[in-house]
């Protein structure tokens, strides 16, 4: 039966449909899906701008128990959710259920927040006025969303929306609906105004067009690529919506020569591979000191190779397949590309054949790579990562910023003076210190620098700043009588 959009508070079929196939083994249908016409999205823009002035209303604590509730449901159901997840998605099983635990963390988190919104009050300069100033939301967010984390990139954004008083229209991937209706299905079971939230599933550059372009939208917020989110950009200029961009990134693992290699080969390998590469903090860079170098690389490659890639729902598992077939054509250019450029491909790279047919390839790793090469410039998506080599730390931080991007990058290092230096100095968002260059918390900011980010950070209490829209009241109250 064929999912449906939810829209204007109706579950409802679509203009058209598309079939979603598992990545893992393409005989396996993992549903169909209604894509939203254009007249559903203004009527459900329509909706939303009403039903979000209710909801602002709301008291407190009744916000607080609809985020609170569609968190713990999360958690509680991660184990089928994941699955359903790593299913479309095709990342491991273990991934994709820690995928909806930590989404479900977003909105406990966002939850507590509800009642943390204390706004400042101050004496005017003049004569018997008052000021207080407070956070108001921002009204309709529209959400776009990729398949990489479809559902927790989504919760970061929804939960902070939800949390400050607005109305969400989400567009999530096309590649990912799945994943998409069974958080809409437990959000829109809650105690919220009709048609608050909505989902319109459907092609970025029809429905998430229209989205973007609607002068009912106040604020966007994106995750995807660099070359959509400019687009995005524009469209939003043409009505100054506010907006909130996370887009790609060429994240850098500098290796020291002081570095434990045990603990740099674990971090090098769940950086690059965890998510099938498919992350924007993989480490696809990675900036080895001469003095480790060949040690390093001999762990690595063996490491790689000792990598299980198989189905995504099968137990013994350590990397699913990449997202779509496209995806997987992109990659293998990639690989050639590396080839072309100089770069030796050390292992992988390369078609795996199955028993099910999907989207395999082996995790592959270049050597004697230089950081000009298109495959340490451009975001290859891919379980594909590159060793750069230098001669000194300071090298290694050039190379490090030598990137249009700056999301993450990460030190390993012994020395308490390279890392402090490190984390002053390298320009990214995010930057850690003997610790993977993907994975954060939820209660911290998350962005970028570069091509990397634009607008505010989200996640923590640093979403707030997109989220909502400060308003300074001045009060004159008289003398009593
Ligand atoms: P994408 O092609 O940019 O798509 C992202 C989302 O935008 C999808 O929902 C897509 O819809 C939609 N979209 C496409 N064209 C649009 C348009 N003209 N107007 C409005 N929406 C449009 O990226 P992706 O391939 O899904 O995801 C991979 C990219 O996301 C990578 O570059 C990765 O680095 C980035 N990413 C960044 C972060 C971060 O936090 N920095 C996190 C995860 C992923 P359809 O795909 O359904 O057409
Ligand atoms: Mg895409």
Same mark, same amino acid.
């Given at each position: 039966?064929?999912?449906?959009?939810?829209?204007?508070?109706?579950?409802?079929?679509?203009?058209?449909?598309?079939?979603?196939?598992?990545?893992?083994?393409?005989?396996?249908?993992?549903?169909?899906?209604?894509?939203?016409?254009?007249?559903?999205?203004?009527?459900?823009?329509?909706?939303?701008?009403?039903?979000?002035?209710?909801?602002?209303?709301?008291?407190?604590?009744?916000?607080?128990?609809?985020?609170?509730?569609?968190?713990?449901?999360?958690?509680?159901?991660?184990?089928?959710?994941?699955?359903?997840?790593?299913?479309?998605?095709?990342?491991?099983?273990?991934?994709? !259920?820690?995928?909806?635990?930590?989404?479900?963390?977003?909105?406990?988190?966002?939850?507590?927040? %509800?009642?943390?919104?204390?706004?400042?009050?101050?004496?005017?300069?003049?004569?018997?006025?008052?000021?207080?100033?407070?956070?108001?939301?921002?009204?309709?967010?529209?959400?776009?969303?990729?398949?990489?984390?479809?559902?927790?990139?989504?919760?970061?954004?929804?939960?902070?929306?939800? %949390?400050?008083?607005?109305?969400?229209?989400?567009?999530?991937?096309?590649?990912?609906?799945?994943?998409?209706?069974?958080?809409?299905?437990?959000?829109?079971?809650?105690?919220?105004?009709?048609?608050?939230?909505?989902?319109?599933?459907?092609?970025?550059?029809?429905?998430?067009?229209?989205?973007?372009?609607?002068?009912?939208?106040?604020?966007?917020?994106?995750?995807?690529?660099?070359?959509?989110? !400019?687009?995005?950009?524009?469209?939003?200029?043409?009505?100054?919506?506010?907006?909130?961009?996370?887009?790609?990134? !060429?994240? =850098?693992?500098?290796?020291?020569?002081?570095?434990?290699?045990?603990?740099?080969?674990?971090?090098?390998?769940?950086?690059?591979?965890?998510?099938?590469?498919?992350?924007?903090?993989?480490?696809?860079?990675?900036?080895?000191?001469?003095?480790?170098?060949?040690?390093?690389?001999?762990?690595?490659?063996?490491?790689?190779?000792?990598?299980?890639?198989?189905? =995504?729902?099968?137990?013994?598992?350590?990397?699913?397949?990449?997202?779509?077939?496209?995806?997987?054509?992109?990659?293998?250019?990639?690989?050639?590309?590396?080839?072309?450029?100089?770069?030796?491909?050390? %292992?992988?790279?390369?078609?795996?054949?199955?028993?099910?047919?999907?989207?395999?390839?082996?995790?592959? /790793?270049?050597?004697?790579?230089?950081?000009?090469?298109? /495959?340490?410039?451009?975001?290859?998506?891919?379980?594909?990562?590159?060793?750069?080599?230098?001669?000194?730390?300071?090298?290694?931080?050039?190379?490090?910023?030598?990137?249009?991007?700056?999301?993450?990058?990460?030190?390993?290092?012994?020395?308490?003076?390279?890392?402090?230096?490190?984390?002053?100095?390298?320009?990214?968002?995010?930057?850690?210190?003997?610790?993977?260059?993907?994975?954060?918390?939820?209660?911290?900011?998350?962005?970028?620098?570069?091509?990397?980010?634009?607008?505010?950070?989200?996640?923590? !209490?640093?979403?707030?700043?997109?989220?909502?829209?400060?308003?300074?009241?001045?009060?004159?109250?008289?003398?009593?009588?």
């Amino acid at each position: 039966m064929t999912k449906l959009n939810l829209i204007a508070g109706e579950w409802l079929a679509g203009e058209s449909e598309i079939e979603n196939l598992n990545p893992s083994d393409v005989t396996d249908l993992v549903g169909i899906f209604a894509q939203a016409s254009h007249s559903q999205l203004q009527a459900t823009l329509a909706k939303a701008r009403s039903a979000q002035a209710e909801w602002a209303n709301f008291g407190l604590e009744r916000k607080q128990a609809v985020l609170m509730n569609i968190g713990n449901e999360l958690m509680s159901r991660a184990e089928e959710l994941g699955r359903l997840l790593s299913r479309e998605e095709g990342k491991p099983l273990v991934e994709g !259920k820690g995928e909806i635990y930590r989404a479900g963390q977003f909105f406990t988190y966002y939850a507590a927040e %509800c009642l943390r919104q204390i706004g400042e009050n101050a004496d005017s300069v003049r004569d018997g006025v008052e000021i207080d100033v407070r956070r108001e939301p921002v009204g309709v967010v529209a959400i776009i969303s990729p398949w990489n984390f479809p559902t927790a990139t989504a919760s970061w954004k929804i939960a902070p929306a939800l %949390c400050y008083g607005n109305a969400v229209v989400w567009k999530p991937a096309n590649s990912t609906p799945a994943s998409a209706v069974a958080l809409t299905e437990i959000i829109e079971r809650q105690d919220i105004p009709t048609g608050l939230f909505s989902l319109v599933m459907g092609s970025g550059s029809s429905i998430g067009q229209r989205l973007v372009e609607s002068p009912i939208v106040n604020a966007i917020s994106f995750t995807g690529s660099v070359p959509v989110g !400019k687009g995005i950009a524009a469209a939003a200029i043409e009505n100054l919506t506010k907006v909130q961009m996370e887009m790609g990134s !060429k994240n =850098a693992l500098a290796v020291m020569d002081d570095a434990d290699l045990d603990l740099a080969v674990t971090l090098a390998l769940g950086g690059a591979f965890g998510g099938t590469g498919q992350k924007c903090t993989a480490s696809s860079r990675l900036i080895v000191h001469d003095f480790v170098h060949d040690a390093f690389v001999e762990k690595l490659v063996a490491g790689a190779k000792a990598i299980k890639v198989g189905h =995504a729902l099968h137990d013994d598992i350590q990397m699913g397949p990449v997202v779509s077939n496209e995806q997987l054509q992109e990659n293998l250019a990639y690989v050639d590309l590396g080839k072309s450029e100089g770069a030796e491909l050390a %292992c992988g790279g390369a078609r795996l054949e199955m028993p099910h047919e999907g989207f395999y390839m082996s995790p592959g /790793i270049f050597v004697n790579s230089g950081n000009e090469m298109r /495959i340490n410039r451009e975001e290859m998506f891919a379980p594909l990562a590159s060793v750069i080599r230098v001669g000194s730390y300071d090298e290694a931080l050039a190379v490090v910023n030598d990137t249009n991007f700056g999301l993450t990058s990460g030190i390993v290092t012994q020395s308490l003076a390279r890392s402090t230096h490190f984390r002053r100095n390298a320009r990214t968002g995010v930057v850690t210190v003997n610790l993977p260059t993907a994975g954060t918390d939820y209660h911290v900011p998350f962005g970028g620098r570069g091509d990397s980010s634009y607008g505010p950070r989200e996640q923590g !209490k640093a979403a707030a700043e997109f989220y909502t829209t400060v308003k300074t009241a001045y009060i004159s109250a008289g003398a009593p009588k």
